[in-house]
């Protein structure tokens, strides 16, 4: 499956050499992860999804009011963990501009690592099946 | 009483402009205050202090590595709020950067506004007088 | 003139109180602006905007995933100066979260002081007219 | 060589969950590579090193006002690449938070890929050498 999402780079995210700063890929990937359960009526109270790994592979910068493109797949499904990948993309200048990948493990109130529910591990993978 | 901070700016504070992005002064006006807290051991447990009011006059840049040295001024301490004032000095240039004040107030764990302790305003008071 | 602008809180713009960090505020009215000038096509190359001044008042926080509305307001065009209003409205509570306002200047490629370009001053104030 | 550097969580840096959010860990690692290049006056005027990687184990939260000790090793340093990797230890509940590594090229005023200069390696290879 595939999610996509739109993201129009603010003044905020930029740095001194006019460029969205390293760290800000991870948060519009986040953005898209968000925009993703939103649609997909993906809620999951008392249950959180910590991030154990993140990683980022830069190509291409992306400028002040560029739009980026990022798409989101899950790789893998387990019942301990979820890996995204992400591709985003530089739509104004036509360039792949960054790729990586996050996984993320369910914990409850306690902060305790706990298993993946069942009916979401399902919902996942009834949405990559259509894709 | 006036307590001073000194903090570096990094590469993720900067702008496209290749200055501090305006909303990162309040957030360096916080750090101030987080270190006055520490510095006279002002831990208030169960108790949380939102800000109502932020307001920032900005006169001078601050760029990549430039030093900002951060004059946190207690203006008023009520039953109910704390004003604070803060002027941000650009030291590596020598010029006035910024000024501008923020006013807390008291909530507890439930976010019900309470009366800002009786030990804290006297805390307060006490440093306030030694200056 | 009102220009409205819609915003859903990310995880990264919550603090650990839940909430959205008081700096945030200011960077989803900047967004607003930003959005502001793409609708009206306010391209000003050459030039830059920076603020010479920011205030906001708090009311009532914005929780993860909570909408907020964003209408900005010009109240001042001058030849020096613009004053942008801003009301945060809580669209999921239907509460009002936020107000304040924001004074920027124009400055040159050199960081000059320059006067607003008149173009621009009659384009604002037709949007203006228009509302 | 091992270069060390200590920062204390800041409000700002957490999120609804009461920890510092994934992408922060990023922000203090650059933070120190910043505070490294300060210490060793590793001045390069006219040129940038942008990442072109950056990865980031994530293992046990930080949280506000915990201190972060950050160790930062240089792995690697050819003609085209530096790589860093960074130890993110949770000084205050005496744990390993995070591990990772960024990767950074060299680039010139023209945004053009360009060698690491001779004498930047040299440098760095010297201060590797002391540990």
């Not at 069942?118 to 259509?130: A, L």
Request: hydrophobic share 40%; net charge neutral.
């Amino acid at each position: 499956m595939s999610f996509k999402y739109k993201y129009r780079i603010s003044w905020v995210d930029t740095d001194a050499l006019g460029v969205m700063h390293f760290s800000n890929f991870f948060r519009i990937c986040e953005k898209t992860e968000e925009e993703f359960r939103i649609f997909y009526k993906l809620d999951t109270p008392g249950i959180s999804f910590p991030r154990v790994y993140a990683e980022c592979n830069y190509k291409y910068p992306l400028r002040f009011l560029e739009i980026a493109e990022i798409t989101m797949d899950i790789k893998e499904i387990g019942k301990k963990h979820i890996k995204m990948e992400f591709q985003i993309f530089n739509e104004t200048k036509k360039r792949l501009s960054a790729f990586g990948n996050i996984v993320i493990v369910a914990i409850n109130d306690k902060f305790e690592p706990i298993d993946i529910p069942d009916w979401y591990i399902n919902k996942i993978k009834e949405i990559m099946e259509k894709f």
